[in-house]
Every structure is written in C-alpha cells, then in structure tokens.
C-alpha cells in the first residue's frame, strides 16, 4: 500500500513513463493496456508530463482496436538522452539516442580491441564526447550509458571473467573505468545479450517473450530472452553456446577447450577452411561469392549452418524459446545459412520443444550490439529519469 496520495501519483508517472521507454510510441489506450491504470488516471497524468515538456504528441497512427487514428505519444528528448558503446574485436562503435530510442548521433572507429583494453576504453571515451557534441547534447542530460564487450560478464565486478578470451580485459574493471572518464553510469553486459535485447526490441524477435539470438561472427554466442529481458545466470556466462563441445577430436578453441562450435563455424574458422582452395578472403567476400554460386563457399555456410543448428537444437529442448534470430556477420548469408540450420534443428530438437518455432535472421545487422547498449542504458535509466520529471513537475 503506498503512503500517500502524492507518491501514488509518483508511481503511476513512473509506470506511464516505463511504458513509453520500453515499448516506444503509444496511444493513451495503449498506455492504459500496458499499465492497467484507468483512462482518466493516464490522460491526467499524460496532461502533467505534456506541460512539463516531457511527452510530445507525434503524427496520428491507426489504433488497433478501433481502426480510427489516435494521438501517438513519445517522450520528448529534453527528458533525457542515453548513451551506447560496442565494442568488438576490431572496433568500438557509439552511438547517442534520446529515451524513445532514436539515434542522434553515431561514430565508430577500428582498434584492436582484443588485446588493449585501457587504449580501447579511452578511444571510445574521446568518441562519446564526439557523438555527444555532434548530437548537441550535454553530458548533465544523458542518463546512462550501456557498454557491450565480447566476451563472459561478471555483473558483480562490472568486468570480463577472467579467460584466455579478451585476455586483454584480464583485470580491468571495465565499466568503472569508462565511468571515471566520461561521468555517466555505465551500465555493462555482454555482446550477444544486448543484441538479443535490441531484436525484441526493435527487431526481428519484437514482443518475443522468450527467445534464442545466435550471433555468429569472429565468435559464437547467444543471448537468452526470458520475459522480455536478458537471461545471464548465476555468474553471468549463461548463452556461451560457441564453447559447446561439437567434435572431441576437433582443434583448440581460444577458450582452451577441444572441438568447441566456434572451432567449426566462427567466421575465422570458415574462412580457414577455404584458404588452401580460396586464398584469404573475408566474410564479406566469402557471402558474395556464396551468393553467386560458389561450391566450396556454399559448402562451408552450410555445415557451418547445420553445426549451429544441431547445437541450437539442444537449447531448444532446454530452453524452449518461440523464437531464434540469428545474426552477426555470417548471418547475411541468409537462406544459405539459414536452410540447413532449420533442418538441422528440425532433426536433433524434440518435435514438441520447436513446434511453432521462427528461426529468422535478425533485422538489425552490425548495429544489433549498439542498439543493445543503448536499451540496456534507456532501460536502467527509469530511477534518473523520475527524478528528472519528478524535480520539475514538483517546481512547476
Ligand atoms: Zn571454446
């Protein structure tokens, strides 16, 4: 039972608000759906945070219900802005959006992520300060910041595991340092975790309620939606589906395991493949000449596809997601790798845990991660930003 009349309707602010972070541009009915607060609650409500500036009505969209348009809100940018960070093996990318998720302002840069971590926080701090002047936005309105890193997260620490992968990271406290230098919460987690986030986001898997991304580039990882919202475990490793054993006989993985998934169907594990046929191509290259009928390369997508798919098979008979997406690099092979990877699934998954199953590929391509990051940081912003709107309406 809330205390009093005031922090009730502090409460009911804050849930409106939630609503249009989380599922973006709605009518006041389907504000009312989502939260469950009556209509005369919202319109009154949605009244206060228009006057203050923080909710802008926007162009008239269809209802769903009744087929006539209806005013669609946003939050306005003036109540705040939230900032991405993704860093891959050979490049960081930032990004700037306001709290309804649109992207202001994005930069990007190639370093050996890998290898130096210090030199890759400060890149990325420099570009932060970039993005944000770009975006003319000052560093007191942005909220939080979301950091992607490639690699096991310990959410205790707000760092990497320590592994033989990043080993670069060993020891740094990641999102403490990247706090230190550009004065926002940061907010961390692993790469594949935020690019399943931004997929039932804005994506391929939007409104899943449980679903499996499979991001298959220079490393294989998965991240698991479970109502919603990423899955991490007990320590944070969970979806570290590239270092399921596939071949006992296999080669070293860089984690130090034998025979891991990567070892067989990771970007560089496929393009090692075609080196002696091929010469040294990229991924890029790889898919285009896949694309264009290649044998070889059309051969190594799709056991690539049916590795994966045999893997995922055994997730889906744990797990049990309505839907997978697939993304990373390798995914824009499309049905090359798509059609043996749903065959694959088909074959080793129990008939019942894939009835109704959408194997996609995802929508959001090399921006997924970032697209992540920034949800991450709208999303664990809900205390700042009440604070914000609770400040001004209170002085209003
Ligand atoms: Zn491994």
Redesign the pocket.
């Known amino acids: 039972m809330t205390g009093s009349l005031g922090s009730l309707r502090e409460l009911n602010r804050l849930r409106i608000v939630d609503a249009l972070r989380h599922d973006g541009p709605a009518s006041r009915a389907d504000i009312a759906r989502q939260t469950g607060l009556s209509a005369s609650t919202v319109s009154s409500v949605i009244g206060e945070l228009q006057s203050a500036g923080f909710v802008v009505e926007s162009e008239l969209a269809p209802d769903g219900r009744q087929g006539r348009p209806a005013a669609q809100l946003t939050l306005d940018p003036s109540a705040g802005a939230a900032v991405g960070l993704d860093f891959d093996h050979d490049k960081v990318r930032v990004a700037v959006s306001d709290l309804a998720r649109s992207v202001l302002a994005e930069a990007s840069v190639r370093l050996d992520v890998d290898q130096d971590a210090t030199a890759a926080i400060e890149h990325a701090s420099d570009l932060v300060g970039q993005v944000l002047d770009e975006a003319g936005v000052g560093p007191g309105q942005v909220l939080g910041a979301g950091m992607a890193l490639p690699g096991p997260v310990d959410h205790a620490r707000g760092a990497l595991h320590q592994s033989p992968i990043l080993s670069g990271w060993t020891g740094v406290d990641a999102a403490s340092e990247l706090q230190r230098r550009i004065g926002i919460p940061v907010h961390l987690d692993n790469d594949a975790n935020l690019g399943a986030l931004a997929e039932v986001t804005l994506g391929a898997g939007r409104n899943a309620r449980s679903a499996a991304y499979i991001q298959m580039s220079s490393g294989i990882g998965a991240g698991l939606i479970v109502d919603g919202r990423p899955y991490h475990g007990h320590r944070g490793t969970a979806g570290e589906i590239?270092?399921v054993l596939v071949d006992e006989q296999g080669l070293i993985?860089?984690?130090g395991?034998r025979g891991?998934l990567?070892t067989l169907a990771s970007g560089p594990a496929l393009l090692a493949l075609l080196r002696s046929s091929h010469g040294d191509l990229t991924v890029e290259r790889l898919i285009e000449i896949a694309r264009e009928g290649d044998p070889g390369a059309r051969r190594v997508i799709a056991d690539a596809g049916r590795a994966v798919g045999r893997a995922v098979a055994g997730l889906c008979n744990l797990f049990n997601p309505e839907m997978v997406v697939v993304g990373g690099d390798l995914s824009a092979a499309g049905e090359l790798l798509l059609d043996p990877l749903r065959e694959s699934i088909e074959r080793y998954a129990l008939p019942a845990a894939t009835e109704n199953l959408d194997v996609v590929a995802g929508e959001l391509g090399e921006r997924a991660n970032l697209l992540g990051a920034l949800a991450l940081a709208i999303a664990q912003s809900g205390e700042a930003v009440a604070a914000r709107i609770a400040g001004t309406v209170s002085a209003a």
């Open positions: 590239g270092h993985c860089r984690c395991n891991c990567e």
